[in-house]
């Protein structure tokens, strides 16, 4: 991460412990996991200064991003409340179809050999609406997400080698084996740490970072820590993350666009411990007449033409390429000439239907579609080239046009 400098605006610096290409990476990272890394790639909390701004000891933003990296905890537990709004079109659940198909497989919902507790499919429901989530952990060994539904719950559950999905709706379990090597759930984050992880990771030159103030969260007192772009033609406008005063944990995310209006992501908790969660609170043994599904036979039984598609996939995928600097990196690759059909000549009614959900665009590049929420933009172009970043519609036209 480049170094603070006294005016609390991040600077370049030889001690800088991230590469070029990390910083970019992370920087593209951050609005595709709020689309759900898991697909693709909480009502509001209350304000943060509801319950009164507290008077603590001045700290410079050096020293609260230092806080942050330094934070050692390994135990707490509590509720998180987590508010998605990207501004997607309402396609009467035909996009969180699409998502849990694309990260779940066949089935994602208990058919075709799938299953409803699989949390590839599960978690991408944090893409959008309003949820709240229960968290636990206790060292890096043991954690526990549980996303509260009407009537109903799933959890998401990580003791040792073992990772145990549990949809209590379906009364289905998923379960795999981790070496602990990473955490199962870091796929889609779901605490205001997860979030803020990747937001300071992307930290450079391009980047404003200061002390606005102190806060409330969770009746703890804490620093907002604010980061804004200094470059124009990105859609954030400012990251602002709510960190403890005595742990420097994160209790509060929070990501307003730069059009204005209802935060994108807001994710905070509304009750927190840092006390050594109960034991018992991570074992978990299969009720009585549930459906189990194992990690390892469900990839077995995968048609071969899904695995060949994913094994195609991964190929584009090793393809992509991150231009732009900070935080108008644009992540750009080609699919080989699998352009978005648009028009009845380039798919009929789908075409037609795929290409009114987007803005026409031409360029020097050709033609193509800009697919738009109110973070991350996507342009298409017609010949099977893919642009992608929080920048603006003129922005990735314009890194196009530099590619053709």
Request: hydrophobic content about 35%.
């Amino acid at each position: 991460m480049a170094p603070i400098d006294s005016d609390d605006n991040t600077t370049p610096g030889a001690g800088e412990e991230l590469s070029a290409r990390r910083r970019k990476a992370a920087r593209y990272v951050v609005p595709v996991a709020v689309m759900g890394v898991a697909a693709a790639t909480i009502g509001l909390v209350p304000a943060l200064a509801d319950s009164g701004d507290p008077d603590l000891p001045k700290v410079t933003a050096e020293e609260l991003v230092q806080k942050i990296a330094e934070s050692d905890v390994q135990q707490l537990s509590g509720t998180v409340r987590i508010s998605t709004d990207l501004g997607l079109p309402d396609l009467g659940g035909l996009e969180s179809g699409l998502m849990s198909g694309m990260s779940g497989g066949p089935g994602g919902d208990g058919k075709d050999g799938g299953s409803s507790a699989d949390p590839s499919a599960k978690l991408t429901q944090l893409v959008s609406g309003s949820h709240t989530l229960r968290v636990a952990a206790d060292g890096p060994d043991r954690q526990k997400v549980s996303l509260l539904e009407d009537a109903a719950e799933y959890s998401l559950i990580h003791d040792g080698k073992d990772v145990w999905g549990y949809d209590s709706k379906s009364n289905e379990v998923y379960h795999s084996t981790s070496d602990g090597a990473e955490r199962p759930e870091k796929d889609v984050p779901a605490t205001p740490k997860d979030f803020a992880d990747q937001a300071l990771e992307s930290i450079d030159d391009t980047t404003s970072v200061k002390v606005a103030g102190t806060a409330q969260v969770a009746g703890r007192d804490a620093y907002r820590l604010v980061v804004e772009p200094r470059q124009k033609g990105s859609t954030v406008g400012a990251i602002t993350v709510a960190v403890d005063a005595e742990t420097g944990t994160p209790l509060k995310f929070t990501l307003t666009p730069a059009s204005g209006g209802a935060a994108v992501v807001d994710a905070g908790f509304t009750k927190v411990s840092f006390a050594k969660p109960d034991a018992s609170t991570f074992d978990f043994t299969p009720p009585k007449g549930a459906k189990v599904t194992e990690a390892d036979e469900k990839a077995a039984k995968a048609p071969e033409h899904g695995r060949k598609a994913e094994g195609d996939l991964a190929k584009e995928l090793d393809g992509l390429k991150v231009v732009g600097e900070g935080w108008n990196s644009i992540a750009a690759f080609d699919t080989g000439g699998q352009g978005l059909p648009t028009g009845a000549a380039g798919g009929g009614d789908l075409g037609g239907f795929l290409g009114s959900l987007g803005d026409q665009v031409k360029g020097d590049f050709g033609s193509g579609t800009v697919f738009k929420t109110r973070l991350v933009n996507a342009l298409i172009t017609e010949d099977g080239k893919i642009y992608a970043g929080a920048v603006t519609k003129d922005a990735l036209v314009k890194a196009a046009n530099a590619a053709k």
